[in-house]
Every structure is written in structure tokens, then in C-alpha cells.
């Protein structure tokens, strides 16, 4: 197993990533960049804007592991405020304009900017924030509402007459080690947690992309992850320093398949992202003719079904199919896999090998090592490991624990909760979460294990189980399971609940069989495009067997 590990490459890891946009500034300075609707800035324009905005945050106080929060929609702002607050040294914080006030109330007096950027789009979604914070105690310590706020439109005067060259942080102090981003990610108590990545985390990974997948000029990637997913931080990042074009969805188009396949087709888009669950919308709105320009298909977020993926090589015959797999307390991702071209609808797809640098121990509840094909805790260690939540010591202690493995002093391993195996060829088996076990009549249950199965069934799509527990007077042992599914493209075979409660009888125990099953069109999504289980409905009278 420790052969699996064997993942040592050396990186530029003293880089910081905007100095990677900035070589390729300076080869091809009037190629396009960044394009958004009908307006589109070449690489030498798109570095001028970011470094007169760079110089006004250095001048408002930005400097290293400063935050600087950014709340707008997906525009060409968007993009210039990235590589801004990075090159004056700062972090970003992206603010979601769609989350809910108290949400982004949260998250503003938590990371204490020390400033704040929008456009008119996002303004009242920032000013609800900010009038939640005025005398609430959201029981984080910061100064959120005392920050500047700079629309990045109507300001635009105030910086319009700097220096068009970057600023110089390195003198300033500024090195790898300080912080790139803080994205929030739920927290089990209830309040988001800032996940605090490095410069030399992000280089690794984005550099250990460009050797694995390879861009350049003639490629196009879509960007249009929600900037508040960590996924949309190599969207951004990654085509910008290979020198290809970036191309912005508009605001709320990744959740249109349609739209997608008309910008795809438009831009002869040749590199995007899914998360499997709007792959499959994806699939079912695209015609093949709409993705003869693609050559990558990237998938992460969420399990990918054999299904699904034996659907996309299908449809998408001229892409590779890519199954990443990483929290947001890693930079970004850390296992890859490479779909074959001839897999089939029943086959496992793994998350992959350890990518550069990284390092994946899977390990039992004493924290030792489990054998090829035994389930444990997938923990990470390595390059990519985050530096741990902002202002939050105690869980950061928690989670981000001791590397005994690593041979080196100091190393430190992130606890992920999810489970998974090592196979045989060195690939890892993702298993589900730990904490999607349920209790159900004294019986302990991996929901996990009940979706593969029902996946497995030649008829369905996607599935998904949980324990419901309906009713206001209902108590914890009122507890059912109920299975919820889509129906695969091709099936013309009984999707009854007798037939699908028989199908799993005959591989699972009685208390592991649902009691209801709830046909869908599609699964809700979140706006992360993420499966959303809180809005699965409640089943019906037809559901039960």
C-alpha cells in the first residue's frame, strides 16, 4: 500500500498563482483571455485592470493572509477581483449574492475583511448581509460591517490612473506559504467554516493539471461553477496559465443545460466541469452534435454512477471523462481517474490514485492502516492539505490531525469522513460518508450501501436513499428508509416499488430494503449544483411496496 503513495514531483512551490497568469501575460499579451456575453479582454488588458485595482486594496490595507471578500454574480468583474486581491497579497472570500442574508452575515463578520468588493448586481444581497450584522450577534468576532465596500463598476475612477504593472508584494513579505482563498463549507454545528488554502497548496495542484490534462491556446475551458464551490477555483485559475481562453457562463447558466449546450457550441468549448448530478440534466438537454468541440469532461463534487458515465462516453464520444475527488480543506482535488472509453453501466468507478505530492491513507478507527479491499477513513496528507479553518482552533484540531506516515517533523493529515478501500491496481473505491450512517430499529445502516445496489438495478438511473422521519409527533424510532431514483436513458424494465423492493431483497437484509421508492424526474439540485437531500419530497401512497 505504500507503493500507492509513491506520488514525489517537484512544483514551482515557491510560486504564488498569479504570477503563473503573469508569464503567460507576457507571451502572448493580445491573446483573448476572458470572455463574458460580447465583451471579451485579451491577456495584457485583463493584467492591467487586475494591477490598478491590486495597487487601491495594497492602499486600503490588503497585505499577506489579509481577506478580502468579494460578493458578485459571474461577470468579467468577477475575474479581475480574483486576480486583484491575489496580487496585492490578499485572500478572497467569495460571497455568493443567492445565499441567504443571515448566511452571508455569518461569513462577513467571521472573516473580518478589510475590504469588501461588489457590482450592482450583488449589491442588495450585500446590504441585507450587512443590516442582518448591524446589532446581531452571528457569534463570530469580526468587524465585517466597518469594512469599505468598493463596487468594482461605479468606483472604478478611483484606481482608473494607477500603475498598469503589479505591485510588489514579494517585499512586502508575501510567499507561498501565506493564504490564496477561504471558501466556507458547511458546518455539522450548523455555521459555515472557512477552509483557509495556501499559494504553494494551489500551485501544486494546478500544476500537477496542466502536466495530467495539458491546455494551451487552442483550447477553451467554461467556467461556471458557483465561485463559492472550490471547483470554480481552477475554472479560473488553470486556463489562465496555459494560455487559453476562459469563457464565464451567465449568472445561474450552469444550472440550464440548454443554455450550456448552446455556449459550448457557440465557443467551440473544448474543457468543463460537472458535477454528476448536472451531467445528467446535461446529457438529457445536449444533442451530440452540440459537444463535437469537447476534449475534457471533468466530473467531482459527488459520486459518479457507472451509468452516468457509460451515458457520457457515449454522447460525448470525442472527450476524456475525468473522476476527481477532494474536500474544500484540500486545494481542491487529490485522487483522479480517467474514465475508459469502453466502461460499462455496472462497472465502479473509482476516485483514482493520489495525485502529485499527495498522499491518501485509509485507516480504521485506531488510526492504523486497513489492507487492500477493506473499508476505513480516507485521510489526506501532503502538499494539498489546507492550513485549517479560520477562527476555529479547536475543530482545526480536530480534523486536521498528526501525519505519523510521512517521515517528516511538523506533517499533518486532514480527517475526511468519507470512507473508502484501496483496490487491488492501486485506485480508491469511495464509499459514501460515515456520517450517512443511519440507526434504524437498533440496526446500524450504510445508506451508501443500499444506493449501490438499488444504482445497480439495469433500469435506474441515479439513486439515492435516506432515513425519513415524517410527521410532527413521529419519534427517532419512526425512522424509514426511502429510496429515490431517475430513471436510466435506455430502460424499458419494471420500476415498480414491488420490483425494485424484490431487486434489492434478493442482495440486501429486510431492515436494509426501503419501504418506499419515489420516481424523479431529476434530482434538486443545490446551488452549488450539488445534490440537495433536504428538498426530496416526501414519498406517496404509490411509493410503498
Known amino acids: 500500500i505504500e507503493g500507492f503513495n509513491a506520488t514525489a514531483v517537484d512544483y514551482p512551490a515557491h510560486a504564488l498563482v498569479h504570477e503563473l497568469f503573469e508569464e503567460q501575460v507576457a507571451l502572448s499579451p493580445e491573446a483573448v483571455a476572458l470572455v463574458f456575453e460580447e465583451e471579451s479582454l485579451t491577456y495584457g488588458a485583463l493584467e492591467a485592470r487586475a494591477n490598478r485595482l491590486a495597487h487601491h486594496l495594497v492602499s486600503l490595507g490588503v497585505k499577506p493572509d489579509e481577506r478580502v471578500a468579494i460578493c458578485v454574480e459571474r461577470s468579467i468583474e468577477m475575474v479581475v477581483g480574483l486576480l486583484a486581491v491575489l496580487k496585492a497579497g490578499g485572500a478572497y472570500v467569495p460571497l455568493d449574492p443567492a445565499y441567504p442574508p443571515d448566511r452571508l452575515a455569518y461569513m462577513l463578520e467571521d472573516c473580518n475583511p478589510v475590504a469588501i468588493l461588489t457590482h450592482a448586481p450583488a449589491r442588495n444581497a450585500l446590504e441585507a448581509a450587512r443590516a442582518g450584522m448591524e446589532g446581531q450577534d452571528t457569534g463570530a468576532k469580526g468587524q465585517g460591517t466597518a469594512a469599505p465596500v468598493i463596487d468594482l463598476v461605479a468606483d472604478a475612477f478611483q484606481w482608473a490612473d494607477l500603475s498598469a504593472n503589479a505591485p510588489d508584494i514579494r517585499s512586502a513579505g508575501m510567499t507561498s506559504a501565506n493564504l ?55 475554472e479560473f485559475f488553470w486556463p489562465l496559465m496555459a494560455g487559453a481562453r476562459l469563457v464565464l457562463a451567465r449568472p445561474d447558466g450552469h444550472k440550464d443545460g440548454r443554455y450550456l449546450a448552446a455556449v459550448i457550441a457557440r465557443h467551440q468549448v473544448t474543457t468543463l466541469h460537472f458535477v454528476p448530478s448536472m451531467l445528467a440534466l446535461f446529457l438529457e438537454a445536449a444533442d451530440a452534435d452540440a459537444c463535437r468541440s469537447l476534449r475534457r469532461v471533468v466530473c467531482s463534487g459527488e459520486a459518479l454512477p457507472g451509468d452516468l458515465a457509460h451515458r457520457c462516453k457515449g454522447q460525448i464520444a470525442g472527450a476524456d471523462l475525468y473522476n476527481l475527488y477532494g474536500p474544500t480543506e484540500a486545494a481542491i482535488d487529490v485522487t483522479a481517474w480517467t474514465c475508459p472509453a469502453d466502461i460499462d453501466r455496472g462497472d465502479i468507478i473509482p476516485i483514482g490514485r493520489p495525485i502529485a505530492n499527495t498522499r491518501i491513507y485509509i485507516l480504521d478507527g485506531r488510526g492504523e492502516p486497513v489492507p487492500v479491499g477493506v473499508a476505513g477513513e480516507l485521510h489526506i496528507g501532503g502538499a494539498g492539505v489546507a492550513r485549517g479553518y479560520l477562527n476555529r482552533p479547536e475543530l482545526t484540531a480536530e480534523r486536521f490531525v ?40 437498533g440496526f446500524r445502516i450504510e445508506l451508501g450501501e443500499i444506493e449501490a445496489r438499488l444504482a445497480s438495478h439495469p433500469g435506474v438511473g441515479e439513486a439515492v436513499v435516506v432515513a425519513r422521519q415524517d410527521g410532527d409527533g413521529a419519534e427517532a424510532d419512526d425512522k424509514r428508509l426511502v429510496a429515490y431514483y431517475t430513471r436510466a436513458a435506455d430502460a424499458g424494465r419494471d420500476l415498480s416499488a414491488e420490483a425494485l423492493r424484490s431487486h434489492l431483497s434478493a442482495v440486501l437484509p429486510d431492515y436494509m430494503v426501503p419501504s418506499a421508492y419515489v420516481l424523479m424526474e431529476a434530482f434538486p439540485l443545490t446551488p452549488n449544483g450539488k445534490l440537495d437531500r433536504k428538498a426530496l419530497p416526501a414519498p406517496d401512497g404509490d411509493a410503498y411496496a
Open 180 to 234: 490564496a482563498y477561504v471558501i466556507y463549507t458547511s458546518g455539522s454545528t450548523g455555521l459555515p467554516k472557512g477552509a483557509m488554502n495556501e499559494h504553494r497548496a494551489l500551485i501544486n495542484r494546478l500544476t500537477w493539471m496542466q502536466e495530467a490534462y495539458r491546455l494551451d491556446a487552442d483550447d477553451t475551458l467554461l467556467q461556471k461553477t458557483p465561485f463559492s464551490f472550490d471547483v470554480s477555483v481552477w
Open 402 to 441: 498528526a501525519d505519523p506516515y510521512a517521515g517528516v517533523a511538523g506533517a499533518r493529515m486532514y480527517r475526511t469522513g468519507d470512507l473508502g478501500r484501496w483496490l487491488a491496481d492501486g485506485t480508491i473505491e469511495y464509499l459514501g460518508r460515515n456520517d450517512f450512517q443511519v440507526k434504524i430499529r
